[in-house]
């Protein structure tokens, strides 16, 4: 960056960097985490966190209503990804916790559990080691607006929430046959899914919730009322997945949710590299992509062109070459080009290459300077083809449009007549290019 100069430009090559390592990224990450946790000494905790050797670790909820299947799908994809799975029962379960009892000493009392108090084991639960070095899969919870408003308030936000729909009279059905094993606390069906071993069918009982028509209809009446609220908390990264269907397909589509990223908030400048032989099409596809994306299109030939024609100090240097028809060097080619994709016009809007790089060391050599393309297409066409392109085009002098033989021919003979065809289309032109692709 030249601070004599104004106005103040940053380099093409900082956009590249900072895309390449993520950094608006990582300034989001930091800044979402300073203003959750609200540390005392900003500087040291932002050092720490820096120091976290995987901070991409999954953080998932699985939420819908009853008999969705959250229990499954939750122990699947936690066995998948090698996460912990978190429930409210094993939040409840746990021995060693003083807020575990706590909370059993109360539904003891018959009495609901604090929303507080809810949030203060799930905050301890994801402060141990394996939340932290692998992430987590929390299923049923939170269940409504306010629940989820209090996690994030002490700073747990899911990266993933995840929501398993299907109709109510599937639903009710399905809560009518299930089974549970007190043993394991796998989830069966009466219907659809019964265990194969006859010792797993003898320990099987119906849920401590119940499975009558009555109270599954009260369920989903609370369910209803609450889910629109929560999906609100969540929105931005909410997948809704449908839940009636076999469990595989379900379990495989919300692996696929999982595994594709939100889309960034960090600015996108596209750069695209057009590969290809002589008459693929390169062109026509970067003017259309010119046209779509509001980008530039750039010609390595084009460039060498008006170098020469502008006689401009790289143009003369050039010039040599061409009027041999000798191969220009790559340093002189690329000095082109990057003084093309250094102008504000590319740096803003990005840019579309197309007859550069055509080898590895020009690939480099472009990576090098800065220029490295976060889009590359090869355009890939048969021999004959590109001789059949090549050999029947012509071009009018006077619109100085392209018309095919075939293909495109030219709509009167007025046309036709005056159209020419270039020297390097002929046949034995064409038939020596194809031979150095």
Known sequence: MDATKRPLR?????????????????????????????????????????????????AIVIQGPPASGKTTIGKMVSAKLRTAHITP????????????????AIIDKNQSIPMELWVQLIQARLKLFDCIKKGWVMEGFPENREQGLALQQVGISPKHFVILDAPDTVLIERQMGKRVDPQTGDVYHTTFDYP????????????????????????LVLYHRHIDGLRRCYHKFTKVINADQPKADVFSQVI??????????????????????????????????????DVISVSSGQLVKEAIANASKTGEAIKPYVNRDMPVPDNLVLKLIEDRLSQIDCVTRGWVLRGFPRTREQAENLDTAGYEPNRVFYLDVPND??????????????????????YNPPHSNQIKERCQRHPEDSDGAVQKKIGCV
């Open 196 to 219: 194969s071993n006859s010792e797993v069918e003898k320990r099987l009982v119906e849920p401590p919730e119940g499975c009558t028509e009555a109270e599954m209809t009260q369920r």
């Open 256 to 293: 696929t949710a999982l595994s594709s990223k939100h889309r960034s908030l960090a600015p996108h400048i596209p750069r695209i590299v057009l590969l290809g032989p002589t008459g693929c099409g390169k062109s026509v596809q970067a003017a259309l992509l010119a046209n779509k994306y």
């Open 89 to 104: 029962q094993i939040l409840l379960e746990d021995d060693v916790s003083p807020l575990a009892a706590k909370a059993r």
């Open 385 to 406: 083809s590109v001789y059949e392109r090549l050999t029947l085009r012509m071009t009018d002098p006077v619109t100085g449009i392209i018309y095919h033989t075939l």
């Open 10 to 58: 940053i380099p093409p090559q900082f956009a590249t960097y900072a895309q390449k390592h993520e950094l608006f990224e990582l300034y989001r990450r930091l800044i979402a985490r300073l203003l959750m946790e609200k540390p005392e000494d900003p500087l040291t905790f932002m050092l720490e966190e820096l120091k976290r050797e995987d901070d991409d670790v999954p």
